[in-house]
Structure formats: structure tokens, C-alpha cells
């Protein structure tokens, strides 16, 4: 209920203050599990999904994130869980991310692994989402977040359509064809963006 609220209260406060305009989340499932998977430029991104989900969503955010009261209760409310970055942490983090898709939940993932200020210098992203896919047999629903930061300079979030693989459920494609898939994924989300 607590998470509902905040997903109204921010999504309000986005609409105020950034314009913020949503399409397409009536094309998110309603229902199992599911990788929501965008772009990610901004600190901000995991609240943008949360609030604009027609679902609850659980998303891990660095634990420093916590620290700050006010952020840190409100990134809570929305289904932040806290990591630390590297080593055994990181590794409980997939696995955290794995049992809410299997439990039927919606996460969060951002396959770039940072955040990317400048669309022209995307990194090559890794292809474990595509892995975590496959392995749990649930989609992921790619979105696009154009994002201009300053008051009233406007936010576009589109939701594409959810990616089904399972033609490779069961199997276990080479390296090259799940970097070919996570590549695919990627230039899709920054279609959805409008950032290509």
C-alpha cells in the first residue's frame, strides 16, 4: 500500500515538475515475473520506472543511496534493496533479482552496469540480463528514459513491447549470440529513448 502511494506521490511530482509525459506502460504484463530494463543516465532512473510501472517494482541501489534520509525512504518505498558494489555482494544481488522474477515479481535492471551521461558513448553492454532471462523464462520489457534534468525541461518514458525468449529456453547459446541479443536489446531501449 506504502509503495503504491509513493508511486502516486512521485509520479505527481514529476508530472509538475519535469512535464513528464508516459507511453506505452499499459504493455507491461500484469502479471509474472519480469526484467524491466532501461537506459540509465541519471541517479533518478530507478524512481522513474518505479513510479511509472503499472506494477510494483524492486530495484538494488548502491547502499551509500540509503544513507540520505529523505532519498533513501522514498527509493525504499519504491523497492530499492541496498548492494555493495563488487565481489560477494554483486553476486547476491543477481541472485536477489532472480527469486523476485521466479516469485512472478518485476525488477530492475539496467544492462549498460552504470550510468551513460552521454547517449553518443554507450558502452558495450553486458549480455547477464539476457542470461537471467533465459534461465528464469521471463521477459523483459525494454524501456526508453529521455531525460532533461532541469526544472520544467521535460521527461519522456516509452515502454516497448516485452521480449520473450523462449526459443532459448533450455539451451545455452555462445557468448557471441547473447551479445548479439544484448546489443539488440540496447538498441531498442534507445530507439524507445529517441537518443540514437
Known sequence: MFAK?????MRGILHILYFMRVEGNKKVPKEGGLYLCSNHSSYWDPVI???TCRRETKFMAKEELFKKPLFGALIRA???????RGGASEVNAVRTAMKITREGGATVIFPEGRRVLD????PE?????IKLAIQTKCPIQ???INEKFRLFGGLKVVYGEPIYYE???G?????EELDRLAKELMDEIYKLGGLE
Open 167 to 169: 526459443g532459448y529456453y
Open 119 to 122: 547517449p553518443s558513448k554507450r
Open 171 to 175: 539451451t545455452k547459446p555462445s557468448d
Open 5 to 9: 502511494a509513493a508511486a502516486l506521490l
Open 49 to 51: 520506472l518505479g513510479a
Open 125 to 129: 553492454v553486458k549480455n547477464g540480463i
Open 142 to 144: 525494454p524501456v526508453g
Open 78 to 84: 519504491l523497492g530499492a534493496y541496498p548492494i555493495k
